[in-house]
């Protein structure tokens, strides 16, 4: 899964691909969960995980 287009795309968190498929940033460092990717909105969250929220580039 390539993320572009996704609202993790445009966050200064974000990491290359795992494997060059998986999505992963510095709050899910083994692979950003679907849930994040498609149903919820990150950029309106407090927290994604491990006290890292979304900060646009």
């Known amino acids: 899964m390539i993320c572009v287009g996704y609202p993790c795309s445009k966050c200064i968190h ?3 691909n ?3 498929w998986k999505c992963a940033c510095d709050a899910f460092p083994k692979g950003i969960p679907s ?3 498609f149903d919820i909105d990150v950029t309106k969250l ?3 995980n491990n006290g890292i929220k979304f900060e646009a580039k």
């Open 14 to 16: 974000q990491r290359e």
């Open 18 to 20: 795992i494997d060059g």
């Open 35 to 37: 849930k994040f990717l």
């Open 46 to 48: 407090d927290e994604c």
